[in-house]
Each structure stands twice: as C-alpha cells, then as structure tokens.
C-alpha cells in the first residue's frame, strides 16, 4: 500500500490513444522528473487540487510522446490516493517507453485490479461495489449493464447495512441479558425480534430467489436448441445469427457436438446452443453427440424444442415426449414446429396436435427457421420468459455467486435463531447464531474480509484496473 503502481490502462494493441495510470504518494513526483510543459524543458510545480495538462514525456533529452495529463490529489480520487492519468499515442512502443520510464523513476506494475483494491481498503468502496466494477466492464447488454450500474451505487450494500444494523441492536440488547443473568430481566423484546427476523428472511429469501435470474443474465441467458435429426435446429441457430455459424445438409445426424453463440435481444445477451439430434443410432461419435445434447438440456435456462412439419406426428412426438420429461421446474420450454412455410396446412394441424397432447402449459409456435417466419414472434417469446419487464421493476436483483452463497448461509443461521426462539432456548445460544448471520451479511460487503477473499476477487481484474 506504499508504493506507487502503474499500468496501462487501455486494451492491450495499437489503437489512437492509450492511458497510462499511476497511483500512489508518489505519483506527482515521479510525474515531475518526466514531463515538461514545453520541448524548452519547463518542468511543473505545485498545480491546485486536480486538473489537466498539455506537455511532453522526456527521457533525459529524448522526447517519447505529445502526451495530455490528468491529475488529481487524494482523498477525492477513485483509489483515495494522489492519480496521475498519461493520455498518450496509441503506439505499443510509446506505451511500453513510458510505462519503462515510469518504473524506472519509482513506481511498480500494477497487480490485476489493485487500483480497485486499493479503492476498497481506503473505504471509496465497499466489496460489492468494487466487483461491480468488474461486471461493469465485462457488461455486454443494457440488461447486465444495468445490474452492474445499480451495484455500483450502492443499492445491495445500503439493503444489508440495514439489516445487520437491526440485527446489531437486537444482539446488543440479548448480550446485555447476560451481564445480568442473576437477576433474570430481559431487555430482547422476544415477540418483536421474532417479527424482525421473519421480515429479514422474507427480504434475503427475495435476494436468494433472484440470483438465477441475475446470474443468468450477467452471464447470458442459455438456449439449447434441441430436437430430433434434420428438424433444422442449425438452420434456426444461423437464422438467429444472421450468419452461416452451423453445417447445414440434409444428410441425418451432420451436427455432431454442441455450437454456441451469442445474440442481444432487447439489451438481454442470449447464448443460443445448437446440440446434436437426438435419435436411435449405433454410431460411436454420433451417440457422445446425442448425450452432450442432454447435458446442455440439463444446463439451460430456456429450452427451444424444434419439431418437423413434415414428419410423421406419432413417431416425432416420441421424443418431443421424452424431451419434455427431462424438463425442471426452473427451465422454461418452447416449441418450435418449423418447415411450416412447405405445407402450413399440415403445419398448422401439427401444432394442434402437440397443444391438444401437451395442452396449454407450453407454448408452439410455426416457424421456418428457412425463411424467417415467426422468428420475430420467437425473439418476443424468449424476451418475455426472461421478464426484463419485471426485472426493470424489481429492487436489487443478486449476481454474484459469492453472494448467494453468503445469503444462504445468513438464512440458515437467522431460521435457526427464528428456531431457537420458538424453543425458547437462552440468549447466549440466540446471540451466537444472530452473530453468525451479521458476519455472512459483513462478508458480502467486506466489513468482514480475509486475504484469501480479496486475493481470489481482484486477481480476476484486468491490470489496470
């Protein structure tokens, strides 16, 4: 934490600009033996708070760079330390000369995300804010944009800062219980620490129960594409992609492992998997095929079942039947009767037959994946499976498996206190399981922290970050 840290700031290439960070007591010092206001060598003083500069890096008498600088002094700083920001050309090897030279004259590499870190310790932030900082970066929608974006301004942590502080009260008063003990008073409301707790669990179960969708989102949401041999599972995947991603033939069983892509729909990244067809076979790689399928059925969240208009309804519906029993109440199921656009008679009878056997609790919808039909009316579909609209309406949505894991295990210890009251066992015992929930609670938001945490959390940051 004494030293200076730099590193480049921008992606790693040659691109118009790069930025070049600096962080430390250090930073304008070393900023001063380096760069000068004119090519004359008129170095800089002592500048106010924070601001910008126009001037040139120098080595000695060999100019690097016509570089802009931006300065500014702690504690009003993104890491609570004085931040000196090199704009230089985009050049690998003016980076390189700069980031040398800096080194040279006392700073050190940044670690992966210890500008962040450092943030964190100097209490800019809290823990849940500083990996927001990640999802932000790593976002790819508006949806997961957004989720990071809310994190970051510190909805999550004021909702768990509010319940430890009740919880802290509540404790206070049991432990005071016990200083005297002799004389058997009791300062814990029972009745209403038990009304606390069940208020408590119901917002934790609600911060539990939003974790697969959040996650789903700041990761993508999963489709698998399934059906049987030759339905057109990889001409729809190349319809959704605008692009020829997957083998199209009319020989049986040409998709022989899982293909995944992604599309944004409505700000919502999807990651469409289109899977081998599922049928009887005897061939060795074709079967691993057919399994990885099941695996994939086994892994999403949404499952696109695509059946052939063409095909013989009693035999097809064999494995559209067989599919359908592997669904879970957490996976959603849309079927798909594709090659409508060949006969919609037929088509059109085919998917009336499939709602008159799987009734209304699934949707069907004619496609052809070949021409386009009803792809709009299918992208509406998954865009409400997912619910945005909801999620738009929702209060904090979790992302983090870190977090749930911690939520979890604060309701396991807050339903054995709600346990322990309705046993009417001592305070000591409520007190110990209360204190287990505030240190789950503090350890999402780092007031409780060990270096194996804060190691395993920034050492997936970029440098320079």
């Known amino acids: 934490m004494n030293d200076t840290i730099t590193a480049i700031s921008t992606p790693s290439g040659q691109g118009a600009i790069a930025v070049i960070r600096l962080s430390g007591a250090a930073s304008f010092k070393i900023l001063q033996t380096i760069f000068f206001k004119s090519l004359q060598g008129k170095g800089i003083t002592h500048p106010g708070q924070k601001g910008m500069l126009h001037g040139w890096i120098k080595a000695e008498e060999n100019i690097i760079d016509e570089v802009m600088v931006y300065y500014s002094r702690a504690p009003k700083t993104y890491t609570g330390e004085d931040i000196v920001e090199i704009s230089c050309h985009g050049s690998t090897y003016i980076q390189g000369e700069i980031l040398k030279l800096l080194i040279k004259t006392g700073a050190r590499m940044a670690k992966p995300g210890e500008f ?4 964190f310790l100097n209490g800019k932030m809290d823990l849940t804010q500083a990996e927001a900082v990640a999802d932000l970066i790593a976002s790819s929608g508006a949806a997961s944009h957004r989720l990071a974006i809310d994190q970051i301004r510190g909805g999550f942590s004021a909702e768990l800062a509010q319940i430890r502080t009740y ?27 038990k009304n606390l707790i069940n208020i408590i669990l119901d917002k934790i179960s609600v911060l539990v129960s939003s974790f697969d969708l959040g996650n789903a989102i700041k990761s ?30 009319e020989i049986a069983g040409t998709t022989r492992d899982s293909i995944e892509d992604c599309i944004h729909l409505g700000g919502i990244e ?16 074709e079967t691993i095929g057919i399994s990885r399928s099941y695996h994939q059925i086994e892994k999403a969240r949404i499952i696109l079942l695509v059946a052939d208009a063409t095909s013989d309804f009693d035999s097809g519906f064999r494995w559209i039947n067989e599919i359908i029993s592997r669904v879970r109440e957490d996976q959603q199921l849309l079927v798909l009767v594709n090659k409508s656009d060949i006969d919609p008679n037929r088509a059109s009878s085919f998917q009336k037959n499939i709602e008159e056997v799987i009734g209304n609790r699934i949707p069907v919808i004619l496609i052809s994946a ?23 309406d929702a209060g904090v949505v979790v992302t983090n498996l870190r977090h749930y894991e911690a939520l979890t295990k604060a309701q396991t210890a807050l339903l054995r206190t709600l346990s322990g009251l309705n046993m009417g066992i001592t305070g000591d015992f ?8 505030m240190h789950y609670l503090g350890e999402i938001t780092g007031q409780i922290s060990s270096d194996e945490i804060l190691v395993n959390i920034f050492q997936h940051f970029c440098i320079g970050k």
């Not at 999807?270 to 076979?281: S, V």
């Not at 409520?430 to 929930?437: F, N, P, T, V």
């Open 116 to 119: 962040t870190e450092r943030a």
């Open 220 to 249: 993508g949401v999963p489709v698998a594409i399934v059906g049987e041999t030759n339905v057109g599972k990889s001409t729809l995947l190349n319809s959704l992609l605008k692009e020829e991603k997957a083998i199209v033939s």
């Open 270 to 285: 999807f990651r469409f998997i289109d899977t081998a067809g599922i049928r009887e076979t005897t061939d060795r790689i």
């Open 370 to 392: 070949k021409d386009g039909i009803g792809l709009k009316e299918l992208e509406d579909k998954l865009l409400a499976m997912v619910n945005f609209k909801n999620l738009e």
């Open 430 to 437: 409520l007190s110990q399981d209360i204190r287990e929930a």
């Open 167 to 193: 919880l802290l009260n509540f404790v206070t008063l049991i432990e005071l219980e016990l200083d005297f003990s002799e004389e058997d008073v009791e300062f814990a409301d029972r009745t209403r620490l």
